[in-house]
């Protein structure tokens, strides 16, 4: 027996992949590996709907790859750029929409390659039943032999082939049987002769590629994972998925017989670490001062001191313009005291720490409790005002973590106050409920008042629907911007966007869904500047 090239002509891979030392093309990250190689170790180790976890996040390519071909992911990075190079290129990509097996379409399609009838069973669009691959045969003699079907395809075309072959041989007192026809027609037969010419073989060659496609249809086959059939109406972006952070964790370090170097047992060094800490974050906020949501709305500090408190560490004076009999403004100016509150290097600030710290500055006769932290617990930011004493909670950049390497980079934004979201509970049909955003409520220190920035400064908004006071997971995602995002959309796809699918999306109002079972939903709204915000709602 002889075995051709072509009779089978897949190879099965070895462990020299030699075919992936192709070009990176737009390379974005120093150790950026290639797609293709990840492609292949996740689609030899993993199905869809699996979950793959790669620790070192790097530019993403893992998440990328993972997100393409339907596998779920978690990924990590201890480098702010990396986790923001990866972010920008999983959220702006374009992915390939594969059909389900547990699908409508993929049911149609895997009869049509099957040649078989399309299966009846339910369908629930669950990813883990895999795709529709495309298939390469295994034709043997004992596949074609035992195809009933060729039996089937060859009386049907024979009613029309046999008829064409009689005209044939009347027309030129021929007998030629089937396979004594010549391919190409003779110069000299008539128009009328060449046509019933070309109508058989016409006829012939179909045959024979339904009796082709039938034999790889039923012969054994190989299901080809990297060549799942694609829908090219549809354009697939990466979905919603909720982004966790935890702080970093102090490395100790070992001596030469491998035991720890506990720096925490020396003498004084927690204080000594702590008071690096709060001595550099002062440094910093004289230097950058606190941003509001508004650029021009901005506290610069005339003078920041140590303050000998519990929680309160240091005060600080800024000047505003003095208001005259509450009208208008006048040519002076008041100085006002700031209390300051910081948080933990690692660690979140809770709302009874600002509690505790807006006490604190109120027996203190301060105007104002400003705390800096790098996280904020839910709860926190429900709590804004105790009693005559505002609190202003500013987020932390976490680049003031790389401590004496933040002199390289720029002071913008360091510590930045993003106020409360102004949000409405509205019932709607059916018991359900719907989520409007009215805007975020910005402290003003100028004038001492709380004035809304409006939908116009949302860049985008989430909701958890059922918030179990952990994690939030997003739900519901809607995307206000500015200018014109529905223009931007368009263009970053390049493909149509179903207008009315968008307005559900591109809204400051919600779509209604079912009251949580846990009794609470959490809402975050993210401005232009990135600055986010979450607040918790009963709701009965």
């Given amino acids: 027996m002889r075995l051709f090239l072509d009779d089978f002509p897949c190879v099965t891979y070895s462990n020299i992949w030699t075919d992936t030392q192709a070009s990176f093309g737009n390379k974005v ?31 993403g390519t893992t998440a990328y790859v993972a997100e393409q071909w339907g596998r779920r992911w978690i990924t990590l990075d ?6 923001a190079l990866a ?19 993929g049911q149609r399609k895997e009869a049509e390659v099957t040649r078989s009838i399309p299966s009846s069973q ?4 669950n990813i883990r039943h895999g795709f529709v691959y495309e298939r390469v045969p295994h034709i043997t003699l004992k596949a074609v032999a035992n195809n009933a079907e060729i039996d089937v395809i060859w009386d049907k075309f024979q009613q029309k082939l046999e008829p064409l072959r009689e005209q044939l041989n009347q027309a030129l007192d021929k007998h030629w049987q089937e396979w004594e026809i010549p391919r190409d027609a003779d110069a000299n037969w008539s128009d009328a002769v060449k046509k019933l010419h070309a109508d058989w073989w016409q006829q012939r060659i179909a045959r024979q590629q339904e009796i082709d496609a039938s034999i ?8 080809l994972y990297d060549k799942p059939y694609e829908d090219k109406k549809k354009v697939r972006v990466a979905g919603p998925f909720t ?11 070992v001596d030469e017989n491998d035991d720890l170097i506990d720096g925490v047992s020396e003498s004084n060094a927690e204080y000594r670490e702590e008071r690096d800490f709060v001595q550099m974050i002062l440094e910093n906020l004289k230097t950058a001062g606190v941003q509001q949501a508004h650029k021009t709305d901005k506290i610069d500090f005339t003078s920041l001191s140590p303050w000998p408190g519990e929680l309160i560490c240091a005060e600080g004076r800024y000047m505003t313009p003095s208001p005259l009999g509450g009208e208008g403004w006048g040519e002076g100016e008041i100085e006002k005291r700031a209390a300051i509150f910081i948080g933990p290097e690692f660690g979140t600030v809770s709302r009874p ?9 109120g027996d203190a006769g301060f105007d104002v409790l400003i705390a800096c932290a790098f996280n904020y617990d839910a709860h926190s930011s429900e709590f804004d005002k105790l009693g005559r004493i505002p609190v202003l909670k500013a987020r932390m950049n976490a680049d003031l973590h790389m401590a004496d390497d933040l002199k390289n980079t720029g002071k913008g934004n360091l510590f930045v106050i993003f106020g409360e979201p102004d949000i409405d509970i509205l019932d709607a049909a059916d018991g359900k409920i719907q989520v409007k955003v009215n805007g975020v409520d910005v402290f003003h220190p100028n004038t001492g008042e709380v004035r809304s920035d409006g939908a116009e400064g949302i860049a985008c908004w989430f909701i958890d629907t059922d918030y179990n006071e952990e994690s939030f997971f997003v739900r519901h995602a809607y995307f206000l911007g500015a200018n014109d995002p529905y223009k931007a959309l368009k263009t970053t796809l390049k493909a149509e966007i179903n207008e009315e699918a968008w307005a559900t999306l591109n809204s400051d109002t919600s779509r209604p869904f079912d009251k949580p079972k846990s009794g609470r939903i959490a809402v975050k709204v993210i401005n232009h500047l990135g600055d986010e915000v979450m607040k918790v709602f009963r709701v009965g």
């Fill in 353 to 361: 720490d600002l509690v505790a710290a807006a006490r604190e500055a």
């Fill in 243 to 253: 982004v966790e952070s935890l702080s970093p964790h102090r490395v100790l370090t």
């Fill in 122 to 125: 339910r369908t629930s669009g």
């Fill in 216 to 223: 790889a249809a039923k012969a054994d086959s190989e299901f």
């Fill in 87 to 105: 972010r920008a290129r999983i959220m702006g990509a374009r992915y390939p929409y594969y059909l389900l097996a547990d699908s409508p379409e």
């Fill in 29 to 59: 990250y120093v150790v950026q590996t290639n797609e293709k190689v990840v492609q292949r170790c996740l689609l030899m180790a993993s199905d869809p709907g699996d979950l793959v976890l790669d620790p070192t996040c790097g530019s």
């Fill in 78 to 83: 201890t480098s702010r750029v990396a986790l």
